[in-house]
């Protein structure tokens, strides 16, 4: 896949990208045992869990300065992900209703507080971070 970052530049690289779907609940607990049990959020949230394999030194070094310019939540950016086949699809879109090799642009940030980084061999690392979706009215 592509790997373009705002002021660093354009990379080819290998990318696996997990998406998990969630919502946060909130639990009011009462005196009398009972609990009031609700989700904070009207939708679920996504996240997506990436690692970028095998990359080279230049893109670790471009990855970690885009990484340490948008401060978690602090400033949100653009994230393209694969939408996978679920086979079906948007009734809107042409094409017998499958969504393989479609692509969604959402806006998130950086939902851990570093990156997680793990050399592979001399100068080549596997870098993992999650970007989870931020949800606007």
Not at 32 to 44: D, F, I, K, M, P
Not at 75 to 99: M, Y
Not at 116 to 122: D, K, L, S, Y
Request: aromatic content about 12%; glycine content about 10%; some cysteine.
């Amino acid at each position: 896949g592509g790997l373009y970052m705002s002021g660093g530049g354009v990379f080819d690289v290998e990318c696996v990208t997990d998406m998990e779907a969630y919502r946060p609940i909130r639990r009011v607990p009462f005196a009398s045992g009972h609990a009031y049990t609700s989700g904070v959020l009207r939708q679920e949230r996504r996240r997506w869990r990436t690692t970028v394999r095998s990359a080279p030194l230049d893109v670790l070094q471009n990855l970690q300065a885009f990484f340490n310019s948008h401060n978690g939540l602090e400033h949100p950016f653009f994230f393209t992900v694969p939408i996978t086949d679920s086979g079906i699809g948007f009734p809107w879109a042409s094409g017998a209703g499958h969504t393989a090799n479609s692509e969604e642009t959402v806006t998130g940030y950086f939902a851990e507080d570093v990156l997680q980084i793990e050399e592979v061999g001399p100068s080549v690392y596997d870098v993992s971070f999650s970007v989870e979706e931020l949800l606007v009215k």
